[in-house]
């Protein structure tokens, strides 16, 4: 099993138990048109292209980075997004250090620096999709406050992958019980249902479900600010922040025995 496909699993057993809404055919509280799309491969060339040209490549190590992209292949934006961080990291020795983390099956002790990318000299499209992967892989490994801070200012429309962006959005959110901001970035995501890969819709649909509903100050908020704490402090995360949500979760606990 993949780690792409364990965190799918863990989300989907964790909200089975949640009832989800029907289909609406793009009716009800999805949008008819969407405000975003998927770029199409020819369009990523382009920008590719453009980019290579901007950091003066030579022409040689530019015919071997073009030559990474079949023209003719069929790719999904997830393979598209990859591969154009891949010739990213062949131009840059910081990039391809970030893109070696994300490689890896195992969170290691102490992550990367990524300052850089705010001061890169990349432009905003290439460390745009470099944040993305890297954002998606801290996600995966349940770094979702550090998840958030790579995708949460990223926009569809200076990425390769908009779906994948939207979707670890809504995953980063959802766990951080940021429930108005996983509600928008689920809704916009599932404008594209047909066109989005089934995981994304699935699992979109059952955060949205299990969110929709959570009130404020319930029994069901604070096992879950609970749950965040703990995972925060297996990630070693064991400062202000969490005692900060230990003090909210036993002023929620003592309002909830008064009344």
């Not at 950091?55 to 190590?61: S, T």
């Not at 749950?227 to 969490?242: D, F, P, S």
Request: glycine residues 6%; charged residues 25%.
């Amino acid at each position: 099993m993949t780690r792409k496909t364990g965190l799918l699993v863990v989300l989907a057993m964790a909200l089975l138990s949640v009832p989800t809404f029907a289909a609406n055919d793009g009716q009800g509280e999805f949008a008819s048109q969407s405000s975003w799309l998927q770029p199409a491969k020819d369009d990523v060339l382009v920008r590719l292209t453009e980019w290579i040209g901007k950091m003066g490549v030579a022409d040689e190590q530019r015919a071997e980075l073009l030559g990474m992209i079949d023209p003719v292949a069929k790719y999904d934006q997830l393979e598209l997004l990859e591969l154009v961080c891949r010739c990213i990291g062949q131009v840059d020795a910081d990039a391809s250090s970030l893109l070696t983390t994300c490689q890896l099956a195992n969170r290691p002790s102490i992550l990367p620096d990524t300052d850089w990318l705010a001061n890169s000299s990349l432009g905003s499209w290439s460390s745009g999709n470099l944040r993305l992967l890297y954002g998606r892989w801290l996600s995966q490994h349940k770094y979702y406050d550090e998840a958030l801070a790579q995708l949460a200012d990223l926009t569809p429309e200076n990425v390769v992958d908009p779906a994948t962006l939207l979707f670890y959005q809504g995953v980063s959110h959802h766990q951080l019980l940021q429930k108005d901001e996983c509600l928008d970035v689920v809704t916009r995501l599932l404008e594209n249902r047909d066109l989005i890969p089934r995981r994304y819709s699935t699992v979109a649909e059952l955060m949205y479900a299990d969110l929709k509903p959570l009130k404020e100050d319930s029994l069901d908020e604070i096992s879950r600010m609970m749950a965040n704490v703990e995972r925060r402090l297996a990630l070693g995360r064991a400062g202000k922040r969490v005692r900060t949500e230990e003090e909210e979760i036993l002023a929620k606990l003592d309002k909830m025995i008064e009344e």
